[in-house]
C-alpha cells in the first residue's frame, strides 16, 4: 500500500498510508488515536484540555498499543486573564437561561482545562519524542520550535489562508493542514483578520497553499471518504486529515448525545459559531447557538466562554437536552461509514487508492 | 479527447469537454461564450439582465460564430414590487455616501434591467433552441418546464444543499450544477433558510449531491485549473462549472477596473455580500462591503438594493473610485491563467485528463 502518487508526507511521518487522525478532544482518547496509528495512519492525541500528567498517562497508553507514529496536539492561543467585566457580560446574555434551568448565575465559574503550549508541555514532548507534534492557532516561539525538533519530531500546523501557510512555513513548520471551511471544531485561524475573512472552502484553499509552499500540505474539510482523499491528492495534497469521520467509531469516547446528534447531520446541518468557547468553530445547530449566535458579537475570550457555558450544559444534559452541548462535526458528517478505526482507516486508504488507480 | 472517466454530461449536452462556462453577467457576451463552446465545452449565456431582443440578439451573435452546443441562463426569483419605505431605509443607510459623492438622494433610482423567466422568455427558448436552458434561484412552474423540455433542451440549475438539489431532480432537472460556497456571484440558494445556514463547501457539497440523485452533477465553487476538474471528477462529478477564471480571457467584456482588482485577488480577497443587490453574492471586497456589509441585515430585495446603489457607482466610477463596484469573484481567482478562451478550455481538458490518467 506503498504507491500513493505523493510520498512526501507518508516519508516525513514514517508511516504507510497518508491519513492523519484529527485532534478531537471529545472522541480522541488511546483507544483511536492507537487504532488509527496501528492500522498505518497517523493518530493524533489532543493535549490542550489534558494536564501533563494526563498527557502522559494518555500517551502511555497509545505506546502500549502501537509503536508505530502519533502525533500530540498542542494549542498556541494567547491566554486571557478573566475579566470580571467580561464574564458578566457574556453572563447577562444568557441569564434567561440561567432562570429557565433553574442555574445559580453567582455561583464561580470551573476553570478552563484548556491551556496553551509552553515549556512544561515540551519538555513532556522532550521525555516521550512523538514522531510528530501538531499546533492549531499558531506555533510556539523559537526557541520551544528548535527544542521539539532537537527530539527528531516534525511539525505542523493548521492554515486557514495563503498568508497563514507562508507564516508556519517561514517558521519551521515540516507540513501545513490546509483547514478548510468546511471543517469541524474550531477554525485555526491566528493571524489578524476576522472570522468572516478567513472562510476559505477545501476546494480552492488547499491548491493555493500547495503553490505558496514548499512544505506538504495535508488537506483538512470536508474530507471523510475514498472520494475526498484522491480530490485531495488530485488538488496537490500529499495527504489529508480526517476528523468527523472518525467520530462515530467504536473505539470513540464520544457521548452517546453526541453519537446521536450526528447520526442526523446532514451536509448543511452545521455552522460556524463562537458561542460555545470564544473562537469560531464548526458544529451542529443546537437551541444556543440557534438564539444567541452562530456568531456573537461579543462572548468571553477563548477558551473562557465555555465555562460560564459549563454549569448550564451540566444542567441541561442532566436533564436529557443538549440545548448547550458542542457538537463538533464538518460539513461531510453524512458521509462517514460507522466501522472500527483500524478498519476504517485501511478501507479509506485501499479504496482511494482503487480511485487514483495507481 | 473523449475518454472522460465519466460521460454522463458529455453524452448528456453533445459536447466534447465536460467544462459549463459559468453565466457572468460582466463578462459573458457573444465572444466568451462562443469561445468556450467552439472549444468543446458549454457556453452559457447570461439573459437575467437582457431583454427578450438583445437576448435574441446575443445568441444570433454566438450562432454566427458556432454551431455548437450553447446555454441560454436565466433567473427565477420573485421579482418584487418597489416599496417605497424598503427604498428609503436603504437609502438612508446609503446617505453618507450620497453626501460625500454629492449624488441627489431623491433623484429616481433607474428600473433594474434584471428579470425572471417567464413565458416570454419562454417562447424565446422555442423560437431559439438553445441545447441546454440554465436557471439560478430554482425553476420555472411546471408548464413552462414542459414547454422547455419540448423544445429539446436539457434543463439544468443550480443547488447550494443536497435538499435543493433533491428538489431540482423531482422537478425534471436534467442535471445539477452543486455550487460550492467557493463559487463567485450569486448564490443558487432557492429553498427557505438563511444565508448563513446554506454555506456548504463544493468539497463536501458535491460528493453528497452526487449521493442524492440519479442525475448527472457539475461541480462549481474553487474550480479553476486542471487539479480542481481532475479533483471533482474524484468526488463524483460528471463535469465541472468555470466562472472566476474566464472572467480575465480576452473575449471577456470585464472592465478594466474589474480586471484590475482580480489581478490582486488572492485565497481570502473575497466575501458573501449582499450589499450590491440583495441577495447573497461573493465579490472582492471593496468599500461600501466593508463598511455596510458584509451581509446587511436589511437591504432592499433583491434585486432592487443594485437600483440605489446605482448612481453611487457611476458617480464613483467616473471618478476612477471602486467603493461601489460589485467585483464578482470565487476564492480561486489567483489560480487562473489568462489567455484566451479557446486555448484555455482546451489546455484545462487536457491538463485535466492527464492528470486523471485515463
Redesign the interface.
Known amino acids: 500500500m506503498s504507491s500513493w502518487p505523493d510520498t512526501r508526507l507518508v516519508e516525513l511521518f514514517g508511516i504507510e498510508i497518508p491519513i492523519v487522525l484529527a485532534p478531537m478532544a471529545s472522541s480522541s482518547g488511546p483507544p483511536l488515536v492507537s487504532a488509527v496509528s496501528h492500522a498505518g495512519g497517523l493518530g493524533s492525541l489532543p493535549c490542550a484540555a489534558l494536564s501533563i500528567d494526563q498527557a502522559r498517562d494518555a500517551f502511555t497508553k497509545i505506546r502500549s498499543q502501537t509503536s508505530l507514529p502519533v502525533s500530540m496536539n498542542f494549542f498556541c492561543h494567547e491566554q486571557p486573564a478573566v475579566d470580571a467585566q467580561q464574564a458578566s457580560a457574556w453572563r447577562e446574555q444568557l441569564r434567561s437561561y440561567f432562570d429557565e434551568f433553574g442555574v445559580d448565575m453567582d455561583a464561580p465559574p470551573p476553570a478552563s482545562p484548556i491551556r496553551s503550549f509552553g515549556a512544561d508541555y515540551c519538555a513532556l514532548v522532550e521525555e516521550l519524542k512523538p514522531a510528530v507534534v501538531s499546533f492549531h492557532f499558531g506555533l510556539p516561539d523559537v526557541s520551544l520550535m528548535a527544542r521539539l525538533h532537537a527530539t527528531g519530531a516534525k511539525v505542523i500546523a493548521s492554515a486557514t ?3 497563514e501557510a507562508r507564516w508556519l512555513e517561514a517558521r519551521g513548520c515540516d507540513a501545513i493542514v490546509a483547514q ?3 471543517a469541524g471544531g474550531h477554525r485555526g485561524s491566528f493571524l489578524a ?1 476576522t472570522a ?10 488547499v ?2 497553499v500547495v ?1 505558496a509552499v514548499n512544505v506538504p500540505v495535508i488537506a483538512a ?5 475514498a ?2 482523499i ?7 495534497a500529499s495527504g489529508v486529515q480526517i476528523g468527523t469521520a472518525y467520530l462515530s467509531c467504536p473505539e470513540s469516547s464520544l457521548p452517546a448525545n453526541y453519537r446521536e446528534a450526528l447520526r442526523h447531520a ?3 446541518s452545521t ?1 460556524l459559531t463562537n458561542v460555545f468557547t470564544g473562537r469560531p468553530a464548526r458544529g451542529i ?1 443546537t437551541r444556543v447557538v440557534a438564539e444567541i449566535g ?1 456568531l456573537a458579537a461579543q462572548t468571553q475570550p477563548f477558551p473562557l466562554a465555555s465555562t460560564t457555558l459549563a454549569p448550564l450544559r451540566a444542567k441541561a444534559e442532566s436533564l436529557g437536552s443538549n440545548d448547550f452541548s458542542p457538537f463538533w462535526a ?3 458528517a ?2 462517514a461509514c460507522v466501522m472500527p478505526a483500524f478498519e476504517l482507516t485501511r478501507r479509506l486508504a485501499s479504496e482511494a487508492l482503487e ?4
Open positions: 489562508t495563503v498568508a478548510g471551511f468546511e483578520g468572516t475573512a478567513q472562510q476559505v472552502g477545501t476546494f480552492a484553499l491548491p493555493q503553490d474539510g470536508g474530507v471523510a471518504d472520494r475526498g484522491a480530490a485531495a491528492f488530485a488538488l496537490g446532514g451536509d448543511d455552522v445547530v452562530p464538518g460539513q461531510a453524512a458521509l480511485r487514483i488507480g495507481v
